[in-house]
């Protein structure tokens, strides 16, 4: 009896063995590696049998680190995989589908392709269904890095006809697939798309505009044309909702050899994938094409918005002073000294441009007011304030080292073009914490268009910024309406010196979230001592200087850190680190969300005006509203991520969120209790 227990033992073990054998080898249809030097290929399969008259099957390479292969417009050098597949049988035609490619840069020139493992989705037109495929592919294709090698590989891959099971590569090919563009763009959010190719002065210019019920975000395009255009930099021009865009490319037209010509335009971005064939004939304009009317109305607004940062409050007090620092001057120096001031603020501003346009290029998040993130910034802004502070309360006057003015660029020993200069430079630095209106429209397309119009919307905000400067410059004696030297003076400098104690305590509070008390109290103790060598004359430079720089010291003392601490606790705000907006608005509940930082002017006016006030405070809490509040005081990678993806690169941030609108309606900069009404209405 025992030895018949053991044989039927050892027939189960024998059939489970059998069995688990037969379903790997049934469930996995793939051809052998071919192997090149750098890469191998290999052709898989979704089914183990198929008699549908088009058959799904992909090619999977798999390349060494940093070797990458081509997409199948390469660009500047390269050429696409080749597929000859004359000697399979049962085989009527092959199509190669391409997944999305990325753009890169091999031996100076611009390609586009692919690196590390790609899998191409062949659609293969069979014969009759009702017979075996015999696949017998040869493939050439080349990988380069620093520099290239051809690729050659010889597949073979039998597919029975008949019913078939899903193989171990079902998912994989059906992920690719899911992402590989179709001609439908009737399935995307796309609106209205259009195409024209335009000759013009030896460049002929793609022009494409594109609508979307949804919005744009990260655009890319792709051309494929016969050819073999290289890739080159997009115009991208936005409206203010991101829901339309207009896209050009330049070629040169020594590029085209023909007029009329069949064309693929690929689009991907985060929230549409579709592919557009269309045959096309370039069109001949022979005047100038007029500038874009969108650039205009950038430019406009970045001037607007400039201008109407000098009425913020933490600018005001800069162009108050320089006011005042021209009263009894004759003509002639005060248009000396604002010509300067204007240098200095336009200088500033393209010198931020500069600055975001190398972290646009290295791929590094940028932002508006970035720097008020970083603690360091922080305390050389507390610093120069405070000098500020101390010049209005009559301390001293702010005269620079002898070194810096003695210079042959200085005009004969004073510090007159220094001075002004950095009084420009310095009203740009105050000004970055302020998003006034039209602001971050005209940085979200600074930030998200060409490295030229990055540069234009700056130079435009700078001189924006500097108009109050610039009418005084061309009209001096407008000086003449204000009042005369008296006593004026000196209680309207305390009132300036007020508000610039206002702006240090604004400084410290956001320090705070930094450094604790102590960096507080050695602050204020640091500027008592710095009053009393100024006040008593001291040997002041060399124990100002040796003053300053133990307080730029204090940081790396462990006692001034800051412990950080988890709990986030505001009224009924909930904490955004912590919170699922679309899980929330998935219970039909409503979402108010308030991305904001402590340097932020405009946020602290919204809080104070709008949605701290009684009347939006009851109401949020009778709409049974969730409110949600994001901290951007320090760097945050999620909320960075998160305004990325409406295409904001400042803030304040408010929108509302509901089912209906799972993608939310964003609100002006500046609220009014108006607006909030008007949009729960939408969205609820």
Request: some cysteine; glycine content about 4%; proline content about 4%.
């Amino acid at each position: 009896m025992d030895k018949v227990i053991k044989v039927i033992n050892l027939l189960k073990i024998t059939i489970i063995f059998a069995f688990g054998l037969f379903s790997t080898a049934g469930y996995s249809l793939s051809s052998d590696w071919a192997i090149s030097e750098k890469s191998k290929v290999r052709l898989i399969s979704p089914m183990t049998a198929s008699n549908n008259n088009k058959l799904i099957l992909a090619l999977e390479y798999e390349l060494e680190d940093e070797w990458k292969t081509y997409w199948k417009s390469p660009g500047g050098g390269g050429f696409p995989q080749k597929i000859i597949w004359n000697n399979s049988s049962n085989v009527k035609d092959i199509k190669i589908l391409w997944p999305e490619p990325i753009e890169f840069e091999i031996l100076g020139l611009k390609s586009i392709g692919y690196k590390d493992k790609v899998i191409f989705p062949l659609i293969v037109d069979l014969e009759d269904n009702q017979k075996q495929t015999n696949l017998n592919l040869n493939i050439n294709y080349l990988v380069c890095k620093d520099v290239c090698i051809p690729g050659s590989a010889d597949i073979f891959l039998n597919i029975p006809s008949g019913d078939g099971e899903y193989t171990d590569y079902f998912f994989e090919i059906e992920k690719v697939l899911s992402t590989t563009l179709n001609n439908n763009i009737d399935f995307t959010p796309i609106s209205n798309f259009s195409f024209k190719a335009i000759e013009n002065n030896n460049n002929v210019i793609f022009d494409i505009e594109i609508s979307t019920s949804s919005f744009f975000d990260d655009p890319k395009i792709f051309i494929h044309t016969p050819f073999g255009l290289p890739v080159v930099e997009p115009i991208n021009n936005y409206s203010l909702d991101f829901q339309k865009l207009n896209t050009s490319l330049y070629y040169s037209a020594n590029q085209f050899d023909e007029k009329k010509f069949p064309i693929e335009i690929f689009f991907y971005d985060n929230n549409h994938s579709f592919k557009v064939e269309k045959n096309v004939e370039i069109e001949n304009v022979d005047k100038n094409i007029s500038i874009n009317t969108s650039l205009i109305y950038l430019l406009l607004i970045s001037l607007l918005g400039g201008f109407i940062l000098n009425l913020m409050p933490c600018v005001f007090p800069v162009l108050s002073l320089k006011l005042l620092s021209v009263i009894n001057t004759e003509d002639k120096k005060i248009k000396r000294s604002f010509f300067i001031t204007i240098l200095g603020i336009i200088t500033s501003f393209l010198m931020l441009g500069a600055f975001f346009a190398i972290l646009k290029q290295i791929n590094i998040s940028i932002s508006w007011g970035m720097q008020f993130q970083e603690p360091y910034f922080l305390m050389f802004i507390l610093i120069i304030i405070s000098m500020f502070f101390l010049n209005t309360l009559g301390l001293f006057q702010i005269n620079l080292p002898s070194f810096l003015y003695s210079s042959k660029i200085i005009n004969s020993g004073n510090n007159f073009y220094t001075k002004n200069f950095f009084n420009g430079f310095f009203a740009t630095l105050l000004a970055t914490p302020c998003s006034a209106p039209y602001l971050g429209t005209a940085v979200t397309a600074a930030f998200t268009q060409s490295t030229t119009y990055l540069f234009l919307i700056f130079s435009f905000m700078g001189i924006g910024m500097s108009l109050p400067y610039l009418v005084i410059a061309f009209f001096p004696g407008l000086i003449s309406f204000l009042p005369r030297s008296g006593k004026w003076m000196i209680y309207f400098k305390y009132f300036l010196s007020i508000l610039l104690f206002i702006t240090i305590v604004w400084l410290l509070s956001i320090l705070n979230n930094y450094f604790n008390y102590f960096f507080i109290v050695t602050f204020t103790a640091l500027l008592i001592l710095i009053s009393a060598i100024l006040k008593f004359r001291i040997y002041q430079t060399p124990l100002i200087i040796s003053l300053i720089v133990i307080f730029f010291l204090t940081p790396y003392l462990n006692s001034f850190q800051k412990i950080n601490e988890e709990n986030y606790k505001s009224n009924n705000w909930l904490d955004f680190n912590s919170k699922n907006i679309p899980e929330i608005i998935a219970n039909n509940e409503i979402v108010f969300l308030d991305i904001t930082a402590d340097w932020c002017i405009t946020c602290k006016f919204n809080k104070i005006n709008v949605l701290n006030s009684e009347t939006i405070s009851d109401f949020f809490e009778s709409q049974e509203v969730t409110l949600i509040k994001a901290d951007w005081t320090q760097p945050n990678e999620k909320i960075n991520k998160f305004l990325k993806k409406y295409n904001k690169f400042g803030i304040p941030f408010n929108a509302f969120y509901s089912s209906k609108f799972p993608e939310g309606i964003v609100m002006n900069e500046i609220l009014t209790e108006k607006q909030i009404f008007e949009t729960y209405n939408k969205v609820k």
